[in-house]
């Protein structure tokens, strides 16, 4: 008797069947296979880069329909709330994603297949290939199946204190809309099984806050909770510095 393939057991839990396999590898290769030298494997930074914008987009969409008075800036937390990198990372262990996760060995001994990062980062990636496999309902539709009622998981997800880029957003938006806040990675260090980014979150072109973390998405809220802490958000709150949208 033969056991079960992982690869195929992991789709069944997806609810999609890659036609091209080899999108599926690479959005379960991770950035620490990179300095292996060996194999040949694309890793799933660039999958990752479009899941990212997949996601919101298809979370965008659903907010929009379920909520059809709610403005701009709610729409923008309530987003936020569901992309938080704990919440990517607790969908990608109910989906078990790091059982088939290909990590460096030095990664692996670190715990890396369990790791909030590399968990994040490989959900992305799945739905980045997912969307390049099919198509956009495709994807909509396992995207949603995943999330499952919105309702009960924002429940408790966009207090100000679990959501500090919604909160910042709500502060920014009645002002500046919904476009002037920029986050960007202004610098990775450490080796691959223990990286940390740091980002710099600007509104309207000024640097307002930084922040670091094991992940894009956390660091980015550490960002934004140092913004709120920030004098400099109320002086650019008050008497206005730049025209919205600018």
């Known amino acids: ?27 379960l290769t991770h950035v620490s296979c990179a300095a292996e030298g060996t194999g040949g494997l694309e890793t799933n930074q660039r999958l990752e880069f479009l899941g990212d914008a997949v996601l919101e987009l298809v979370l965008s969409e659903q ?7 709610a403005r701009e800036g709610e729409l923008s937390r309530r987003r936020a709330a569901l992309t938080k990198g704990a919440v990517l990372a607790q969908l990608a262990r109910d989906l078990r994603i790091g059982e088939t996760l290909h990590v460096s060995p030095a990664e692996a001994a670190a715990g890396g297949r369990t790791r909030d990062a590399a968990l994040e980062d490989a959900l992305e990636a799945l739905i980045g290939a997912i969307y390049c496999d099919a198509d956009w309902a495709t994807v909509r539709g396992v995207v949603r199946a995943w ?9 408790g997800l966009d207090t100000p204190q679990e959501n ?29 099984h223990d990286r940390r980014y740091e980002v ?20 980015e809220e550490e960002a934004a909770r140092d913004a709120l802490q920030r ?16």
């Open 164 to 192: 500090p880029k919604g909160q910042l957003q709500e502060r920014v938006h009645p002002e500046h809309g919904t476009q002037a806040l920029r986050y960007e990675v202004a610098g990775t260090t450490g080796p691959d």
């Open 231 to 246: 004098p400099t958000l109320s002086v650019l709150l008050g008497p206005a510095q730049f025209k919205r949208n600018a």
């Open 147 to 155: 999330y499952g009622d919105l309702g009960p998981r924002l429940t």
């Open 200 to 219: 710099v979150v600007r509104l309207a072109g000024t640097e307002i806050g930084r922040g670091s973390g094991p992940s894009k998405k956390s660091a």
């Open 63 to 69: 907010l929009f329909a379920a909520l059809p008075t």
């Open 1 to 27: 008797m033969s056991l079960p393939d992982p690869i195929d057991a992991l789709e069944q839990r997806l609810g999609y069947r890659f036609r091209n396999r080899s999108l599926l590898v690479q959005a």
